[in-house]
Structures are given as structure tokens and as C-alpha cells.
């Protein structure tokens, strides 16, 4: 692992254990075993290593997403493997979940450019316009049904963090969750 990713990964130990706030970059140098200096040369400031991490983060989560709706076809079928790949994937990285929902729920987001949220969040309203002009969802803001899938996935992967469920339960979880969701969206 090189400098860079090892302070993004100490970094984000940290962010999450601790929180934005309470993580001085000094603290973040000396976990990961580097140079103050040498973190600054990466991310000149604070927030640029905080930015950094949630792209980074992001960027990971929608390309373990990605992979597997290269798979599927129909409508509902790409909505539920959406819903149920973001869960797998926060299940399997509850650090990164953790970081990319303190993230999401503070000052920082509004430092990310409106053409990088897009960016992330295009695929998925692109997703969810074709099911509405397909008449397979309700017609409806596609951003407020982007709100709606992410604040059930954070709820849900909220739940299963919280209580101990066998991988079965879990699926089961999952599967009764979406059938939720899906009853509330489909036309």
C-alpha cells in the first residue's frame, strides 16, 4: 500500500471511530506512520483529504453496483439489484458506509460541484426516469426517488448493522425490504 492510500485508509479509521471534527490531521500522520509534511503534500488541507476519501468511496461503491447490473434486464430487476447491491456493499464495508453517511449528513457535501454529484447520481436518475417513462413507477420526481431508495437503504443497513442476523436472514431481510419499497414506487 502506498503513502497516499495509507493515509486515506487511516483516515478513514479515524473519521469513523472518531468523527471529522475530533481527527486532527496530525493524529491521521502519525496513526498511518507518515510525515505530517507528507500528508500535506497529498491533501493540502483537511477537507481535501475528506473530500478525497468520499469520491474515492463512492466511486468504489458504485462500481461494485455497476458490476452487477451489467447483469440484469427488466426494470424491476435493475431497481431491486440496485437496492440490494448497495446493501451488500455497505454490509461488506461498514466502515466505508459509515464514512460516506457521516459524510452525507454534514457540511462537506455542499463542497462537492454540482457536476461530481451528477456524475455520481446520474446513472441511477437515468435508472429511474426510464422506469417512470416505461410507466413501471409512479411518475414522480426522479430525485425524490433517488431520496427515497437511499434514505431505505441507510435505514435498512442501519437495522442490520444493529442486530445480530445469519447471511440468510439478512437476504431475507433484503428481499422483504425491497418488496416494501417496490410496492410503494410501482404504478
Given at each position: 500500500?502506498?503513502?497516499?492510500?495509507?493515509?486515506?485508509?487511516?483516515?478513514?479509521?479515524?473519521?469513523?471511530?472518531?468523527?471529522?471534527?475530533?481527527?486532527?490531521?496530525?493524529?491521521?500522520?502519525?496513526?498511518?506512520?507518515?510525515?505530517?509534511?507528507?500528508?500535506?503534500?497529498?491533501?493540502p488541507t483537511k477537507d481535501e483529504l475528506i473530500i478525497s476519501l468520499y469520491?474515492?468511496?463512492?466511486?468504489?461503491?458504485?462500481?461494485?453496483?455497476?458490476?452487477?447490473?451489467a447483469e440484469v434486464k427488466s426494470t424491476?430487476?435493475?431497481?431491486?439489484?440496485?437496492?440490494?447491491?448497495?446493501?451488500?456493499?455497505?454490509?461488506?464495508?461498514?466502515?466505508?458506509?459509515?464514512?460516506?453517511?457521516?459524510?452525507?449528513?454534514?457540511?462537506?457535501?455542499?463542497?462537492?460541484?454540482?457536476?461530481?454529484?451528477?456524475?455520481?447520481?446520474?446513472?441511477?436518475?437515468?435508472?429511474?426516469?426510464?422506469?417512470?417513462?416505461?410507466?413501471?413507477?409512479?411518475?414522480?420526481?426522479?430525485?425524490?426517488?433517488?431520496?427515497?431508495?437511499?434514505?431505505?437503504?441507510?435505514?435498512?443497513?442501519?437495522?442490520?448493522?444493529?442486530?445480530?442476523?445469519?447471511?440468510?436472514?439478512?437476504?431475507?431481510?433484503?428481499?422483504?425490504?425491497?418488496?416494501?419499497?417496490?410496492?410503494?414506487?410501482?404504478?
Amino acid at each position: 500500500m502506498d503513502k497516499r492510500e495509507k493515509l486515506l485508509q487511516t483516515a478513514l479509521e479515524l473519521f469513523v471511530s472518531q468523527g471529522f471534527n475530533d481527527t486532527p490531521t496530525s493524529k491521521i500522520a502519525k496513526e498511518a506512520g507518515i510525515a505530517t509534511g507528507t500528508l500535506f503534500y497529498f491533501f493540502p488541507t483537511k477537507d481535501e483529504l475528506i473530500i478525497s476519501l468520499y469520491l474515492k468511496l463512492k466511486g468504489q461503491a458504485a462500481e461494485s453496483i455497476s458490476v452487477a447490473l451489467a447483469e440484469v434486464k427488466s426494470t424491476e430487476e435493475v431497481i431491486k439489484t440496485y437496492y440490494e447491491e448497495s446493501l451488500k456493499w455497505s454490509l461488506r464495508n461498514p466502515n466505508e458506509f459509515s464514512f460516506l453517511a457521516q459524510f452525507s449528513n454534514s457540511p462537506y457535501l455542499k463542497r462537492i460541484g454540482a457536476d461530481e454529484i451528477s456524475a455520481q447520481t446520474a446513472p441511477v436518475l437515468q435508472l429511474l426516469a426510464e422506469a417512470i417513462e416505461e410507466q413501471q413507477v409512479v411518475d414522480m420526481d426522479v430525485k425524490l426517488l433517488y431520496a427515497l431508495i437511499s434514505n431505505q437503504v441507510f435505514g435498512v443497513n442501519q437495522y442490520l448493522s444493529s442486530n445480530k442476523f445469519t447471511k440468510k436472514e439478512q437476504q431475507n431481510i433484503i428481499a422483504d425490504t425491497f418488496l416494501l419499497f417496490w410496492k410503494m414506487i410501482e404504478r
